[in-house]
Structures are given as structure tokens and as C-alpha cells.
């Protein structure tokens, strides 16, 4: 099944649950997955696609938008719709840094 709206879009398929969504303002898109059945090779094939289709939607309409990929920690979305302006965002850079530095701490 599929449901969409005006701003954002749901689906389940494989064992996989997405949702993609563009803030009320307009100034991010969210994209929140779960996997269901041990389904999470299939899920991080399925991100992968999302976000690549989502990357290049960007570059081919608003070329000129700087962007940054953050990881959002589960619970603080635990219930929807989340309040994103209270969500702590994690930037994907700053943890990569990390690991490759051997940092405990991003």
C-alpha cells in the first residue's frame, strides 16, 4: 500500500516501512524507515535508493542548495508527527570523522 499527501509520502513493501516527507516550511526533507522481519539489508538498499533519488531531484531543480545528511536517534521521533525543532540531529560527516579518527565521542 501507498498513501501520499501534499507534502510527503508513505509505503510498505519487502518488510520495509518508509516514509518521505518535506517539512511544513519547506527547508528539509525527512525520510524515516523501519524494518519489519529482518528485513534490514532490504531497507538499507531501499535508503540508499531514496536518498540517491532525492539527491539528484536537488541537483537537477535547485542546484545552488547547499545540503547535509543528519541521523536523527529513534526515540526522539518515537511518536508522529515529530516536533523537529526538539529533535537532536547527528551530522553523517561529523560521525564518519569520528570513526575514522577513532573518536568515542562525535
Given at each position: 500500500k501507498c498513501y501520499f499527501w501534499k507534502n510527503g509520502i508513505h509505503w510498505a513493501d519487502d518488510g520495509v516501512e518508509c516514509?518521505?516527507?518535506v517539512s511544513v516550511d519547506s527547508?528539509?526533507?525527512?525520510?524515516?524507515?523501519r524494518s519489519y522481519d529482518?528485513?534490514?539489508?532490504?531497507m538499507c538498499k531501499l535508503r540508499s535508493q531514496v536518498i540517491s533519488t532525492i539527491l539528484s531531484a536537488k541537483q537537477d531543480y535547485c542546484p545552488a542548495v547547499k545540503t547535509d545528511e543528519f541521523v536523527v536517534m529513534p526515540s526522539a521521533v518515537s511518536q508522529y508527527p515529530p516536533q523537529w525543532n526538539d529533535v537532536p540531529l547527528f551530522s553523517i560527516s561529523a560521525i564518519a570523522d569520528g570513526v575514522v579518527m577513532g573518536k568515542h565521542h562525535v
Open positions: 516514509l518521505v516527507e527547508s528539509s526533507v525527512h525520510l524515516m524507515m529482518e528485513s534490514v539489508l532490504q
